[in-house]
C-alpha cells in the first residue's frame, strides 16, 4: 500500500528537487533544459514563497515538486495586484500520468487561498490543466504587457470573480527571466545527460508561439 506525504521542501531536499526537475524537464521544450537552474536561484530570489513549496513523498521518496512565485496584476487604472503564479511542477518520468502532479496542485491552491491569494497565472500546456480550473487568460482579460493574450498563458481564480470586470495586464517575477548562457553553465557542472529532440519541443513551439486574437470574445460555458 502506496503512502503518499505532501510537506514544504527542506534544505537537505534542494539537490534532489533539482535532480528530479532536470530529468523531468530535459528536452522536453527544447534540447535539455533550464528549468532546473530555475529552482537553484529561484529560492534565494525576494519574490520566491517557501511557504508554497511543496515536496511530495511516495514511501518516504521525493518523486515530485511544486514552487510557487509572486507575480502581479495591473488593471486599467493602474492599481496593482498582487497575485501567483507556479512552476516548475514536475513529477519523476517514472510516476507521471499517474494523478501525482494533480494531488501537488490541489493541495497548494488551498494552502495558497488560506495565505490569502486570489488568482493564479500560469503558462503551459492547456490538456495539462484545465481540469485543474485553469481557464485561457482572454476570459478573464488578462495579457500580457505587448497587449498579447497567448494561448499558453492561464489563469485560475481562488476566490470567484475576484478579476471580473477589469483587464488586467500580468507581469511575472524577474526571476522567470532565466538566460539560457546561465543555465547552460550550471547545467555543464551536472552529470551529463544527452540533449536530444523529442517531438514535443515542436508542440511547445507551437503553443507558445500561438496567440487568441485581441476582438475574439470567449464564450461563457
Known amino acids: 500500500m502506496e503512502k503518499i506525504n505532501i510537506r514544504n521542501e527542506r534544505i537537505q531536499d534542494y539537490e534532489t528537487v533539482e535532480t528530479i526537475t532536470r530529468k523531468a ?43 510557487y512565485t509572486k507575480a502581479r ?16 511542477v514536475c513529477i519523476l518520468p517514472a510516476y507521471q500520468r ?26 503551459g500546456s492547456p490538456a495539462n490543466y484545465v481540469s485543474r480550473g485553469f ?35 500580468y507581469q511575472d517575477s524577474p526571476v522567470m527571466a532565466v538566460l539560457e548562457e546561465d543555465a547552460k553553465r550550471y547545467d555543464d557542472t551536472l552529470e551529463k545527460m544527452e540533449k536530444k529532440y523529442q517531438p514535443s519541443q515542436d508542440e511547445f513551439y507551437i503553443m507558445s508561439h500561438s496567440f487568441l486574437e485581441e476582438g475574439e470574445e470567449m464564450e461563457e460555458k
Open 25 to 67: 524537464f530535459y528536452n522536453l521544450y527544447v534540447p535539455g533544459c533550464v528549468e532546473h537552474y530555475l529552482v537553484h536561484v529561484m529560492r534565494e530570489h525576494e519574490d520566491f514563497i517557501p511557504e508554497l513549496d511543496f515536496v511530495l513523498e511516495l514511501n518516504g521518496t521525493i518523486i515530485g515538486n511544486i514552487m
Open 73 to 88: 496584476l495591473t488593471d486599467e487604472a493602474g492599481r496593482t495586484k498582487e497575485i501567483l503564479t507556479f512552476g516548475p
Open 98 to 123: 499517474m494523478g501525482y502532479g494533480k494531488m501537488l496542485m490541489e493541495h497548494t491552491f488551498q494552502k495558497a487561498a488560506e495565505l490569502g491569494y486570489d488568482a493564479i497565472v500560469i503558462f
Open 135 to 169: 481557464k485561457s487568460c482572454k476570459k478573464y482579460q488578462v495579457c500580457t504587457p505587448d497587449g498579447k493574450y497567448p494561448a499558453a498563458m492561464m489563469v485560475k481564480e481562488l476566490v470567484a470573480n475576484t478579476l471580473l470586470g477589469h483587464k488586467w495586464i
